[in-house]
C-alpha cells in the first residue's frame, strides 16, 4: 500500500501549532461523502475470522469480495509504537502487517496520528493488497479539527476510511446518552462550537453494537464511528456495524488489537 499524500505524513517533531494547521489542510483534503462501492452487505461478517488463509493475494476485483483492514496499536513501555494491519476478505484473514515507531512525544488529545501515525504508515506499506476500506482504532470526523486518526490516514493513503473510538473526543449527541442504548441503536454526534465544522453538522455516531439483555444492571457503551475519508458518516456506521460480530469492537479492529498485543 502506497502512501498518496506524502506531505501529510505525521511529524512528530512539529510544535503544536503547525500540527494543527496540517490538520485543517488534512480536513480541507478529505473527503466526507461516499466514494467507495461498498455496502454493508459486502463487508458484513457472521463470525470473528480465525485462521489465516491465503497470504498476499491481491486486492478485491473482478467480483471478489472487498478487503478490509482493520488498524490497532500497543506500546512497548513509552519508547515504541507497535502498529498492527489484518486484511480480512470474504471473511477469512488473508494477511497481516506489522509496523514500529519511535513514541516521539506524549498522548496529547487531538493530535494522536502525529504519536502514533509513523508505525501504522510503516504497517499499512508493508501491506501486499490494497484495502477498499481502513477501520481504523480512532477517531476521523469527530476530532476538533475534523482530522482524527481515521482522517489523517485515510487522506495520506487516498483510502476509505471510517474511525472507531471508545470515547467521545468532542462533539454533542443528538439525544441524551446518560441511559444504555439497546443494542443496534444509534445516536448521531453533532458539531458544537469545540470544532472546525458548522454547529449541527452530523459528524458521526454513537453506535450500540452489543448489549446486556439487563442494561440496567450491567451494560455495555456505544463505540463512537465517523468518517475519515471518502466515507460519509451514514455509511461509517453502516459498515462498521455489519463487521461487528457479537462482540463490542468490529471483528477487524479487534483481531488488530490482537495481533499489535502478539506482535508488542
Known sequence: MDVVRPEFLPDPS??????????????????????????????????????????????????????????????????ESVSAAVAIRDGAVVERAAGRAPLDIPYVPGLLAFREGGAIVDALESLTVDPDLLVLDGSGRIHFRQAGLAAHVGVLFDAPAVGVAKNLLCGTPAESLADPLPEGARVAIEADDSMDAPDGTVVGYALQSRQYPNPETRHVNPLYVSPGHRVSAEAAADLVEATCTGYKLPAPTRLADQHADDLK
Do not use: C, K, N, Y
Not at 512539529?14 to 473527503?31: C, F, K, N, V, Y
Not at 455496502?39 to 480465525?50: F, R
Open 14 to 79: 512539529l510544535d503544536t501549532g503547525d500540527m494543527e494547521s496540517l490538520q485543517r489542510d488534512i480536513a480541507a483534503a478529505a473527503d466526507f461523502s461516499d466514494d467507495h462501492g461498498l455496502t454493508p452487505a459486502s463487508v458484513a461478517l457472521e463470525e470473528t475470522p480465525s485462521e489465516q488463509t491465503t497470504l498476499g493475494e491481491s486486492t478485491a476485483s473482478d467480483g471478489d469480495a472487498p478487503v478490509v483492514v482493520g488498524v490497532d496499536q500497543a506500546f512497548r513501555g513509552d519508547e
